[in-house]
């Protein structure tokens, strides 16, 4: 097999990642991958127990069958699918106060007939320009965002009861 430089690297720090940091009790830990059914995502799957996943996807066409196509590699390697979270799913505008879906709309739809057909979609995130104004200053969305905190706080709370999570 060949295996590219770049990710070897890859591995590498994923296992370093994995490996070399002392993370003390966790009851989960959240990797934010890139799109994709690659070295990345195999590596994971190989080096760590994964409980599940879940997939992000924007409505564009090219953006979910990215993420059917991530869904089935998942599959082949029995890694439970989650859900589904739409991000970008709409702008809210605040001068009309209606909701335009810039980059289309009805993901679940076209999810059906594919290997997300049985997957619920956990999440519909709005494109917020705050957004990458709290990223760039370094504060969490969900500390300053009363309306994204809550919709995170809806997602975790719905995949937590797929999760064998042993509580003392």
């Not at 296992?15 to 009790?25: A, E, I, S, T």
Request: proline share 7%; charged share 20%.
């Amino acid at each position: 097999a060949v295996v590219s430089t770049q990710s070897t690297g890859v591995m590498q720090a994923i296992r370093k990642l994995l490996r070399g940091v002392r993370w003390g009790p966790l009851d989960v830990l959240v990797i934010d991958m890139p799109p994709g059914t690659g070295d990345t995502q195999l590596s994971v799957t190989q080096e760590v127990p994964i409980q599940g996943v879940v997939l992000v996807t924007t409505p564009q066409s090219v953006a979910l069958a990215d993420c059917i196509k991530g869904a089935e590699m998942f599959r082949k390697v029995d890694v439970p699918i989650l859900g589904v979270v739409e991000n970008m799913s709409y702008y809210h505008c605040s001068s009309c106060n209606k909701q335009h879906h810039i980059f289309g709309r009805d993901v679940g739809h076209r999810m059906k007939g594919s290997a997300l057909s049985d997957v619920p979609i956990l999440g519909k995130l709005p494109i917020k320009p705050d957004i990458s104004q709290h990223c760039d200053s370094g504060t969490p969305t969900v500390i300053l965002d009363s309306e994204i905190s809550e919709m995170f706080d809806q997602i975790a709370h719905s995949i937590i009861p797929s999760l064998n999570l042993e509580h003392d």
